[in-house]
C-alpha cells in the first residue's frame, strides 16, 4: 500500500487512515508522529472534501488524545478546538462527539483552562449527552476522576461503587475499564487517608497489570511497581 500511495489517492486516503488509527496499535511516542501524519494529509482536503473533511476531525480528535498521553497538554488542547470547530460546522456529519468533548475536557483541565470542579461539571454532560453509547462506561471513569480532584468524595465514591456492579454484573472483560476502576478505588481509599486499604487494592491490580498488552503496558506496569516501591518506603 505504501508504493501504490504515491501514484493512487484512493490508496493515500486509506494508508493516512490507517495513521490515525496509530494509537490503538503503537505507543504514543510512535503514534503521535503518524497520526500528525493523517492530519497533515486530510487537511488538505485534496480528493474528497466530505470524507477528508471526516477524516481530519477524526485525526485531530485521536491526537489529542496521543498528546495527552505524552504531557503535552497545550497541544492537544489546541487540536480538540480545532476539532471541535469542525463539529460545529457540521455536527449532523461526525459521529462519536463525546469522545471529542471528553477529551476537551481533559486537555482544558490539564492545560489550566478548567478547574477540577468545572471539569467534573463539564464531564457529566459528557455522561448525560445522548451522543455515544448508552453505558458510557469510560466517560463515568473519568467523572470519577475529576470528582475526586474536585474533592466531591462522596459523589466519586458512589460512582466508583455503581460502576463496580455493572462490572460485577455484565461480566465486564475489557482490560482498560477494569484498571480504570482498580486505580480510582486505590486513589478513593487514598484521598479517604485509609492507606491501609489503599495498598490492599493496589495490590489486587498486580495480576490485571502483569497481564495487559495494550502498546503502553510497560508504562502501566512500571507505574505499579513504582508505587509499590513507594507503598515499602511509607
Known amino acids: ?3 501504490r500511495s504515491r501514484y493512487d489517492p484512493e490508496a493515500a486516503a486509506l494508508l493516512q487512515i490507517q495513521n490515525r488509527r496509530s494509537g490503538a496499535i503503537a505507543v504514543p511516542e510512535i503514534a503521535v508522529t503518524r497520526v500528525a501524519e493523517a492530519v497533515t494529509y486530510f487537511r488538505q482536503a485534496a480528493s474528497d472534501a466530505t470524507r477528508d473533511r471526516l477524516e481530519l476531525y477524526r485525526s485531530l480528535t485521536n491526537q489529542a488524545a496521543t498528546k495527552i498521553r505524552l504531557g503535552r497538554d ?9 476539532a471541535e470547530q469542525i463539529a460545529l460546522d457540521a455536527p449532523e456529519a461526525l459521529a462519536r462527539l463525546d469522545v471529542l468533548a471528553s477529551n476537551l475536557t481533559l486537555a482544558a483541565y490539564r492545560s489550566g ?3 477540577a470542579a468545572e471539569a467534573a461539571a463539564q464531564q457529566r454532560g459528557v455522561v ?3 451522543e455515544g453509547g448508552d453505558d458510557k462506561f469510560l466517560h463515568r471513569t473519568n467523572l470519577v476522576a475529576f470528582l475526586l480532584l474536585a474533592a466531591q468524595d462522596a459523589q466519586a465514591t458512589a460512582l466508583i461503587d455503581e460502576l463496580g456492579d455493572e462490572l460485577r454484573r455484565d461480566d465486564v472483560s475489557e482490560s482498560y475499564l477494569l484498571f480504570y476502576w482498580h486505580a480510582h478505588r486505590v486513589a478513593a481509599a487514598a484521598l479517604d487517608g485509609d492507606v491501609e486499604r489503599a495498598q490492599a487494592l493496589h495490590q489486587e491490580m498486580a495480576p490485571l497489570s ?3 498488552r495494550w502498546p503502553t503496558a ?3 506496569r512500571r507505574r505499579q511497581r513504582s508505587e509499590e516501591h513507594t507503598s ?3
Open 1 to 3: 500500500m505504501l508504493f
Open 74 to 82: 497545550a497541544e492537544a488542547l489546541d487540536h480538540a478546538r480545532e
Open 113 to 115: 483552562v478548567l478547574t
Open 128 to 130: 448525560e449527552s445522548p
Open 210 to 212: 502483569a497481564s495487559v
Open 218 to 220: 510497560a508504562y502501566a
Open 232 to 234: 515499602e518506603l511509607q
